[in-house]
């Protein structure tokens, strides 16, 4: 019996909890509600998935809690991503984890978030160094810290197709909780505007070159050629946008125009580097072949994508030029009727 309060007393020793949290400085502790606008942003239409709609690395953002987090050690604070998630989606500026790129509630969007302003004291995980949401957070230091705001970077992701025209990214995407319980949930917004142009309609889209009707005595040997004639792709209702990310994977550094032009019909592509086309079958002449070039007279790649003009707002005009050359040895070729065919495509990146 002498034993039994010495006993009692060594019990309740290591029953004392030891005090050590997170907590608002106000007291209280509602989750706090933080908004955050990203603005406007173009997507290129025909750009990879993968690719990034904003610049890289953004500048920090900063959101005021309107109260200060103090938080001792032993404290963690966990950050969670709120939504589905969207797989498999190669980033084109840096290594995203997979389980950090949260699909927005605009199809063909998706958005990660990685936290900064953490003092060093803070420990992140070593699989997670840039902080990507969601992670975990430990602080083990003995000086108490304070955080009066939210700060974080993002990027806006192309994961898949997005719809012609503006989109509007409005959701809860993040939480954050800590030893007391829910800290705050952050919304995010952003309008994604999808640039591109539209192909006039028939029969607008049917552009005819007039070659001209030329003398033999104008070919003088293979690779001679008769004057340019200049003709244009006007593309309709542009959409150009005013930010262009500049992505070091390589996708786009802007919103271009990237014409393809194939043999069409019964003509086809003679010599692609040089921008040459057969005559079609219907033609009578011989030893001679279409030329298409470039506004500088270079001559038109043939058969990939070929980036050409800028897009503006409006109208873009895609200037070309066409010409006869002489493919056949001798000195002339054998006249006669001498037309081709050609169609063309255009990707916007």
Partial sequence: MI?????????????????????????????????????????????????????????????????TLRCSA?????????????????????????????????????????????????NAPADNPNRFIPVTLTYDNPTPVTMPNLQFRYALVKTGEIAPGSHSVNQVVASGTSDMGPMFDLTFAATITVAGCSMPAAPGNQIDVPMGTWEKRVFNGKHSTTPAQAFAITLNACIAGSNYPNNPGGAFTGNYANIQIDGNKTSSILDAANGILSLSSDSTAQGVAIQVLNADDSPMNLGRPVRLSRIVNGTTTVPLKARYIQTADGATPMPGSANGYASFSVTYR
């Fill in 3 to 67: 034993f039994r309060p010495s006993l009692a007393c060594a019990l309740l020793l290591a029953a004392a909890p030891a005090m050590a949290d997170c907590s608002w400085a106000s007291g209280n502790n509602a989750v706090k509600p933080l908004m955050f606008n990203a603005g406007t942003f173009f997507a290129p239409r025909d750009i990879p998935a993968g690719s990034t709609l904003n610049n890289h690395p953004v500048p920090a953002q900063v959101i005021n809690f309107g109260d």
């Fill in 74 to 122: 032993p404290s963690f604070y966990t950050a969670t991503l709120i939504g589905p998630l969207a797989v498999s989606t190669p980033v084109d500026y840096m290594t995203i984890p997979g389980n950090a790129l949260l699909q927005t509630n605009v199809p063909g969007v998706g958005l990660a978030i990685y936290m900064t302003g953490f003092s060093p004291q803070w």
